[in-house]
């Protein structure tokens, strides 16, 4: 089946200590996105890529990054993860970006920050 | 600024219907998205509205009125798999999805 892959499920870093999360998808669309979203809040967009072309949100701290080696795969790099950054990021693909298209999600990586 | 408003949690009996309402005002508007989120898990698409009127899709309906800047989410003869975060979500341009804070819904037997 055609989906969005997280990995891993579940992640511990220490205070300061870089992470990388993961994502892949089987569904060749041309958008990747992150988003972040802590306990009972809203999802919010870190940025996005359409092909190789990154987009990052205003608000998003210089603490994140991204990378998109190819079609499939993209990651979130965390250079010095503070306890406020603990939450689930969920990666998400769409065709084309346009605004009527659906997105569809991966299962998340929830961080966890000691 | 976008600024999307629905409930915090509702708590509805099995077979019954429940209403979830929620309120949008954005910078834009290109359609309205409803997902629903079981617990640890991705947001699954429910169903995507962006003219006035009702679309029903099996037990699931969804509402939207752009004038009132409203729209609603309808799930009836609940079932215990139904318990779940329902998102409102506004598309207010290409790449832009606005979330709200999701509705915690409790089907109880």
């Known amino acids: 089946d055609a989906m969005v892959i997280q990995n891993p499920r579940y992640q511990v870093t220490q205070f300061g200590k870089p992470v990388t999360l993961s994502c892949s998808q089987t569904?060749?669309?041309?958008?990747m996105y992150w988003y972040q979203q802590k306990s009972s809040q809203a999802p919010k967009l870190l940025f996005h890529y359409y092909d190789k072309d990154f987009n990052n949100e205003a608000d998003t701290p210089d603490n994140f990054q991204s990378r998109r080696p190819n079609t499939s795969f993209c990651f979130l790099d965390i250079r010095s993860p503070g306890l406020g950054d603990a939450a689930m990021y969920l990666c998400?693909?769409?065709?084309?970006?346009?605004?009527?298209?659906?997105?569809?999600f991966g299962p998340g990586t929830r961080l966890l920050v000691l | 600024g976008q600024n999307i408003d629905q409930p915090t949690e509702m708590t509805a009996t099995e077979g019954a219907i429940v209403q979830i309402n929620c309120t949008y005002q954005t910078s834009g508007f290109n359609g309205l998205f409803w997902y629903q989120q079981h617990a640890g898990e991705a947001p699954t698409f429910l169903s995507y509205n962006v003219l006035d009127g009702l679309e029903e899709k099996g037990r699931f309906s969804s509402f939207l009125s752009r004038s009132k800047g409203y729209s609603y989410l309808l799930l009836k003869e609940l079932q215990m798999k139904d318990s779940a975060s329902y998102l409102c979500?506004?598309?207010?341009?290409?790449?832009?999805?606005?979330f709200g804070a999701g509705t915690t819904v409790t089907v109880r037997a």
């Open positions: 998400a693909t769409s065709r084309d970006g346009a605004e009527q298209e659906t997105q569809y």
């Open positions: 569904l060749n669309h041309n958008v």
């Open positions: 979500a506004v598309s207010s341009g290409d790449y832009k999805l606005s």
